[in-house]
């Protein structure tokens, strides 16, 4: 997804893909019924289509990963990152006190 602000809210996405969805018979290609609905919704005609795939894939009738699954993946990832960045500050930390316990002095 972009990193932009999303303008229009999921419900409004859901009922332009249903109404793209419904009209590409009538119409007879998917593109011509995206470019009749876009403008009606305020957005790109390629905005629209992507939604369009966005909700096939999520639908399973497209292959791709799912929304939610592809959420999960970059959570999961984000903590993968979050990890080994605490690992490294803890091998840096555990290097740091075990150098300074050998350059003690022994006690005599």
Not at 95 to 103: C, G, I
């Amino acid at each position: 997804m972009s990193k932009t602000t999303n303008k229009f809210s999921p419900e409004v996405r859901e009922r332009a893909v249903r109404m793209v969805q419904d009209s590409e018979v009538e119409r007879g290609s998917r593109w011509s019924a995206i470019v009749a609905i876009a403008p009606k919704i305020g957005c790109a005609a390629q905005t629209l289509n992507e939604w369009v795939k966005r909700a096939e894939v999520d639908g399973g009738r497209r292959a791709g990963v799912a929304t939610e699954m592809a959420e999960r993946m970059k959570a999961l990832e984000r903590e993968n990152r979050e990890l080994r960045q605490a690992n490294e500050i803890l091998r840096k930390a555990s290097a740091y006190f075990a150098q300074a316990e050998l350059d003690r002095r022994p006690k005599t």
